[in-house]
């Protein structure tokens, strides 16, 4: 029964204001019969009962969210906006969601886990295999096959990738610190020949 601003919940029998049950156009008062705890605690027996699991829920203080990925209670700061959500917020707090997207590039860019790439860095000693100076944290890959070919530092990363992944201007490049000269030659109006 309805009083205005309360109603009484079917299932506990408890007088409550009208906010503690959810909407319902079908009914009357266009409410639930019954409270919101006590259509939560329905819910989550008839889940029990199909031998699913139900998440607890957790309470938190106003302006912060629960993460369920680190299992922390973190300030509205710590998420990203999410328009959809009814909170308004992502579903994982900023530093889960940094994981996950790095796991996920991982795998949809070079086809790798996490412990595959830690594996090529450790037999790589930890270090960049062309400079061997630098921690090994980029993982380079043929832009033709796609295949992966080890992991670098980013500035021997970068070096190769803009140099077009050309071997033979790889050997030009060396060639050129070494103190070799190489000047194309000219044999036609416009044709150069490069040195062997």
Not at 30 to 35: H, I, K, R, S, T
Request: aromatic content about 6%.
């Amino acid at each position: 029964m309805n009083d205005g601003g309360s109603k009484k919940c079917s299932a506990c029998q408890e007088l409550l204001p009208v906010g503690a049950f959810a909407a319902n156009r079908s009914r009357p008062d266009g409410l639930q019969a019954n409270c919101r705890e006590c259509a939560a605690e329905y819910y989550r027996r008839r889940q029990e009962a199909r031998g699913r699991t139900v998440r607890q829920k957790v309470d938190v203080p106003e302006g912060h969210k629960f993460c369920r990925t680190c299992g922390e209670i973190k300030p509205h700061g710590e998420w990203h906006r999410n328009a959809t959500a009814s909170d308004g917020l992502s579903t994982r707090c900023k530093a889960c969601r940094a994981v996950r997207s790095r796991q996920d590039h991982l795998k949809r860019e070079y086809g790798l886990t996490e412990a595959e790439r830690d594996e090529m860095v450790a037999a790589q000693m930890g270090l960049c295999v062309i400079c061997l100076k630098a921690p090994a944290a980029h993982v380079d890959h043929c832009h033709k096959t796609g295949k992966v070919r080890g992991v670098l530092c980013f500035n021997c990363n970068s070096a190769i990738g803009k140099l077009g992944d050309d071997p033979d201007a790889v050997r030009r490049a060396a060639a050129y610190l070494e103190g070799i000269a190489w000047k194309p030659t000219l044999v036609a109006p416009g044709v150069y020949q490069l040195p062997s």
